[in-house]
């Protein structure tokens, strides 16, 4: 058998291409070609990305906060928590997943952080690019976590684009999802909602999220299979 191509970082330095355009899709074509990287000395590490995409209510937040504070012991050890795409969660990969067309998705699409979308998502691209290239020989492991990730996406061709998106940066990619028994989720969410101000009876449909396809545990692990691999997980 043949040795597995190298990723294209790791095949030479290349220069920045300008984003094709301000969709998803040009975004994605965008970021991949911005990956050239070769570490100091022209050593080429191998690098694992451990991509944590939910589920929500499985302490995200405290997973996430947690890697936050120990960002800088983490990456003394090897292990990077990256801020390019959100100091405590990378929610920001879920956004770059999405198509931007559709009533459903539009107001989530709108405006991130006071900036329209489009140009926000682009600057964020730029920004983990220039964070990855600038990661030491010494670092080989690589953490996100977006755990509205498990509840957005659910066509295989949002999760094919998150893929598209990270890849072409490492080596190795484990996926890690959560799961938490689908009756106690949606009660602790509901509860959340309840404390938020939300005054409507529960259901398995709100206004962005189809609970009744996020539940589909499955479903939901195979989608990521098939866009990550059998053994990413």
């Known amino acids: 058998m043949g040795e597995r191509p190298l990723p294209p970082w790791r095949q030479g330095c290349g220069q920045q291409a300008k984003p094709p ?9 965008a970021w991949a070609s911005l990956h050239s990287r070769v570490p100091p000395g022209g050593a080429v ?4 990305l451990y991509l944590h995409v939910g589920l929500s209510k499985t302490g ?18 090897g292990i990077c928590y990256p801020r390019s795409l959100g100091a405590v969660s990378h929610n920001l990969l879920m956004y770059m997943a999405l198509h931007e067309r559709g009533a459903r ?16 998502l682009d600057q964020a691209a730029a920004d983990f690019d220039t964070e990855m290239k600038a990661l030491g020989a ?11 990730c498990s509840i957005y996406l659910f066509t295989d061709a949002q999760v094919a684009r998150l893929h598209d998106v990270v ?3 490492f080596d190795h990619i484990r996926v890690i999802i959560y799961l ?8 602790s ?29 499955p479903a939901l692990i195979a989608r990521w299979g098939r866009a990550f691999g059998r053994h990413a997980g």
């Not at 995200?60 to 050890?77: G, M, V």
């Not at 938490?180 to 009660?187: E, I, N, P, S």
């Open 21 to 29: 355009g301000r969709t998803h899709e040009g975004l994605v074509r």
């Open 45 to 48: 590490v191998p690098r694992t």
């Open 60 to 77: 995200s937040t405290s997973i996430q906060q947690t890697l936050c504070k120990q960002r800088e012991a983490l990456l003394a050890a």
């Open 105 to 120: 998705r539009e107001s989530a699409l709108r405006e991130l952080d006071g900036v329209p979308h489009t140009i926000r």
């Open 138 to 148: 010494d670092v080989e492991t690589v953490v996100l976590s977006a755990e509205r």
């Open 167 to 169: 890849a072409p940066y």
């Open 180 to 187: 938490r028994r689908q009756d106690t989720h949606a009660t």
């Open 189 to 217: 969410r509901y509860s959340q909602l309840l404390r938020g101000g939300m005054m409507r009876l529960p259901s398995l449909h709100d206004q962005e999220i189809r609970y009744d396809e996020a539940y589909e545990y």
